[in-house]
Structures are given as structure tokens and as C-alpha cells.
């Protein structure tokens, strides 16, 4: 007997999920060299975990989320676990005020989105700072965060358009 079809649509974008996050990973750590554009890259993996979380939460689970970004801070060299604690704080507080975001317009998801990248950039600098590391000028870290919301739109259109990942409705996230 097998599992229904929703439950195994389920698992499937949770497969994708996790092989997308492997691909952001690994297309980052590649020695690829396309030009000093001046600008930071925008954090992909952040965008995607975000946008699939306020779009459908449940193919986002938070072992899902600790996995991809603890992998990523010891891939990245980044403090181990500060990332991603304030990553999964922050995705679990979109979650849970996910029932009243439903109704929400793009442009106000899209603000919600912003507003958290903005609090996690500042966030972390924020502990770094108390922790005396030393840290990247504000300005590229803010040119980071602007960057990383600018990719947000094409990040929900390559999400709806080529993978499926429809935004649910209010009775559909009441359940």
C-alpha cells in the first residue's frame, strides 16, 4: 500500500528543498570568478529557506532548516551555530505568524521578508560585536541584506513557475 499522493508531494519538496540548499552550497564554494561587480552576492540559501517557509511551511520543517544552515556555517566558515540560531528564530517567528499572513499581498510578504533579513544581519553583527570579533564595514553587510531581499521576487517566481510551490490560502494553513 502506498502513502498518499499528498504526503508523498510532501516528502518530495522536502527532497527538493534539501537538494536545492546542497546546490546553493556548493555553487558557492566552486572557485568561480565572474567579476568584481563591487556588490555582495545575495544569500540564496536564506531566500529560498524564507520564501518556500511563507509560502507552504510544512515543506520547511525546523530539522530541515538546522541541518542546511549549521552545514553551512562550518562549510562557509562562519561562527558555528550563530547563523543558524538566529536563522531558525527567525523562520519560526514568520511561522508562527504565518496564519495572519496569508491574506498578505507579495509586496507585504516581500516586507516581511526584508524586515527579517534586516533584524538577522543586524542581529548577528550585534553578537559579533559583543563577542569583539572583528566584523566587515556596516555598509557592505547592509549592501548584503538589500542585495539578498532584491533576489527575493525572482527567488518566489523560479519557486512558483518552475517548481510549483503555490502560496496556500487561509483554510489550507488552518489545517
Do not use: C, N
Amino acid at each position: 500500500m502506498s502513502a498518499p499522493r499528498s504526503a508523498r508531494h510532501l516528502w518530495g519538496y522536502r527532497a527538493l528543498f534539501l537538494a536545492l540548499s546542497a546546490g546553493v552550497m556548493i555553487s558557492k564554494m566552486l572557485p568561480l570568478s565572474l567579476g568584481a561587480t563591487g556588490l555582495p552576492g545575495p544569500d540564496l540559501l536564506l531566500a529560498l529557506t524564507l520564501a518556500w517557509l511563507l509560502r507552504q511551511p510544512a515543506l520547511v520543517p525546523l530539522g530541515s532548516i538546522l541541518v542546511v544552515f549549521l552545514l553551512a556555517d562550518f562549510l562557509f566558515q562562519r561562527p558555528p551555530g550563530l547563523w543558524t540560531l538566529l536563522v531558525v528564530l527567525a523562520s519560526e517567528s514568520l511561522r508562527r505568524r504565518r496564519l495572519t499572513m496569508t491574506e498578505f499581498t507579495f509586496f507585504l510578504e516581500w516586507s516581511a521578508f526584508t524586515g527579517a533579513v534586516f533584524a538577522l544581519i543586524l542581529l548577528e553583527r550585534l553578537v559579533l560585536w559583543l563577542l569583539m570579533v572583528d566584523l566587515a564595514p556596516l555598509g557592505l553587510s547592509l549592501a548584503h541584506a538589500i542585495v539578498t531581499a532584491a533576489i527575493y521576487p525572482i527567488v518566489v517566481a523560479v519557486s512558483k513557475f518552475l517548481f510549483g510551490l503555490r502560496k496556500i490560502g487561509a483554510a489550507q494553513a488552518e489545517a
